[in-house]
């Protein structure tokens, strides 16, 4: 059986967009680590938002194996991947005015927090609300999504701003207008999307930059450990009750 020449092709189109955001976001993940280092050492929580397939690199980094124990899922009731029926109505809630300001109100999240905020185009009300009003709420907020849907379309929200316009740094991933990178003769649509590869390789890096700067400020970083490896249940069990008033996934 031959190979996939598509799939070829998709490997180096990701390859191609890591390397980009490896090389031109460097100082920005930077940043963006000092910013959850500066958090985790001032004693604040770290949160983490996404809606719809955008909530999959946020996922990634709560509750996980080599990950900070102190994020947490920001989670937006029927936009969280695909969990409602039917999956439309999750793209709907993402353009409702005023649903971010009732989660943020009812959520632990307080001034001296971080929100992480990945919307690929950035572009819905919910996104943009969930910024701007964190930020009214003296929360630090880091936005993850492609610029290029804030140069190539138009905001869905009241304001006509964007995710962009309402963080403390932003990340840019680089994802097309369309999230597609294939193309095929003889199929109309373009396929195979890459922003959750990219976008999850943005957080994972994020995290390893604060995990840097805590090391340099001689902080040791609140990470957990595989639960599959001898000892790590013990270690997990010491972090999480270090930290128990940060961590509320497992309230």
């Known amino acids: 059986m031959s190979e ?6 998709f490997f180096d189109a990701a390859i191609g967009l890591l390397g980009r955001v490896r090389d031109e976001e460097s100082l920005n993940i930077a940043a963006a680590g000092s910013l959850v280092a500066d958090t985790v050492e001032a004693g604040g ?4 938002f996404g809606a719809g397939h955008s909530s999959l690199a946020a996922q990634d980094v709560v509750y996980r194996a080599g990950g900070f124990a102190l994020m947490n899922l920001l989670a937006v009731p029927g936009v969280v991947g695909v969990d409602v029926m039917p999956a439309t109505l999750g793209s709907a809630l993402e353009r409702v005015d005023g649903l971010a300001g009732a989660v943020l109100d009812s959520s632990p999240a307080r001034a001296g927090d971080l929100l992480v905020i990945i919307s690929l185009s950035g572009r ?5 609300e969930m910024a701007m009003n964190a930020r009214a709420l003296g929360l630090k907020v880091v936005g993850v999504t492609s610029l290029a849907y804030a140069e190539g379309t138009r905001s869905r929200h009241v304001s006509g701003t964007f995710l962009r316009d309402h963080c403390d740094i932003v990340l840019d991933s680089k994802i ?11 199929i109309e649509a373009p396929f195979a999307p890459a922003s959750t590869v990219v976008t999850s390789a943005l957080m994972q890096a994020t995290m390893a930059a604060a995990v840097e700067a805590l090391v ?9 450990r595989s639960g599959n490896v001898d000892g790590g249940h013990e270690w997990n069990g010491r972090v999480m009750s270090e930290y128990g008033d940060r961590i509320f996934f497992r309230h």
């Not at 996939?4 to 092709?9: D, E």
């Not at 097309?176 to 003889?186: F, N």
């Open 216 to 224: 340099a400020r001689g902080i040791e970083p609140p990470l957990l």
């Open 4 to 9: 996939s020449k598509l799939a070829g092709q």
């Open 124 to 128: 819905n009300a919910l996104p943009v």
């Open 45 to 48: 929580r770290l949160f983490a």
């Open 176 to 186: 097309a207008v369309g999230d597609a990178e294939l193309t095929h003769e003889g």
